[in-house]
């Protein structure tokens, strides 16, 4: 990769965790697009997983992934093995937030790990930033290319890169969803045909409370407790369900012109995540 850089060829970057979809492909296509060189890398990353999550079931389809990245002129494929990149002598932890942090700016930042699946997944996003870091050094990329779907990983990520000063130009880009709204995900799969059918309650409660505060409500409050009464009946378990600011991701109480709702529920035994950013124009109403 670095002699692909050093004869100026421009490198898009691509990581993923296999299993692909329309919306893994719909940022490698991107990738194609912008840059000489694309990689993509496939690697179920055993340090974001807990120890009651779903490393071992999660579902590894190298043979059709290989065959989708080649229809789509991928020119590498990073497929490394946990040893190649946790090896026993690994002893790296990446993290958010220290102690000299004043207590005004932890306000600021702890959210961004703390909150929201950082809540329920401790250690996910320190193994994210982990592996992430480590490919962004081997890729040796210009762009590299994440989904708004893990829209908390997403700003993690890019605090990251700016923090640590990384030479890589970050995108993210929108969701992609079946044509009823469920966000696309490797999990899907997971689901039964009745999970499938309920799983749908996530985009559409999304959607509904970005329409009601297109047209006027502002009571986040009651936004918030409507929104889960429509879920309720659909899902198993809501985990979270909350209306926060677009980058500290702090909860809000009152409304403002930005804002990102994101939910986490399970149905059945499957987690599935999904979000949608709300920007209106007029604070008066
Ligand atoms: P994963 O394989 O789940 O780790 O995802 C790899 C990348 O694809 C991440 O940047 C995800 O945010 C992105 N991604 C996953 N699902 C979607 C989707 N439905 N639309 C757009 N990007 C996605």
Redesign the pocket.
């Known amino acids: 990769m670095r002699k692909l850089r050093e004869r100026a060829k421009t490198i898009g970057f691509v990581?993923?965790?296999?299993a692909l979809h329309d919306?893994?492909l719909?940022?490698v296509r991107r990738a194609r697009r912008e840059n000489d060189i694309v990689a993509v890398s496939i690697f179920v990353n055993p340090a974001q997983f807990g120890p009651k999550e779903d490393f071992k079931r999660y579902p590894r389809t190298i043979g059709r992934d290989e065959k989708l990245l080649k229809n789509l002129k991928v020119d590498y494929l990073f497929h490394p093995t946990p040893k190649a990149m946790y090896p026993d002598s690994y002893a790296l932890k990446i993290s958010m937030g220290s102690p000299w942090v004043k207590d005004r700016l932890r306000k600021k930042f702890f959210p961004l790990l703390e909150n929201l699946c950082g809540k329920y997944r401790p250690g996910h996003f320190e193994g994210v930033m982990a592996i992430v870091a480590k490919l962004l050094v081997l890729a040796q990329c210009h762009r590299t290319y994440?989904?708004?779907?893990?829209y908390q990983?997403a700003i993690l990520i890019r605090r990251m890169i700016e923090d640590l000063h990384f030479d890589v130009i970050m995108k993210v880009?929108p969701?992609?969803r079946e044509s009823d709204g469920l966000?696309?995900?490797?999990r899907n799969r997971y689901l039964s045909g009745d999970e499938r059918r309920r799983a749908v309650a996530l985009s559409r409660t999304l959607f509904w409370l970005r329409g009601q505060v297109r047209s006027g409500t502002r009571n986040i409050l009651w936004l918030k407790r409507e929104a889960a009464r429509r879920l309720k009946p659909a899902v198993d378990k809501i985990q979270y369900f909350d209306i926060v600011d677009p980058q500290s991701l702090a909860s809000l109480r009152r409304w403002q012109t930005e804002m990102v709702v994101l939910t986490a529920c399970f149905v059945g035994k499957t987690r599935l995540i999904d979000n949608v950013t709300i920007k209106v124009k007029n604070q008066k109403s």
């Open positions: 990581p993923t965790m296999g919306g893994h719909a940022l994440f989904g708004q779907k893990d990983q880009l969701t992609v966000a696309m995900s490797s």
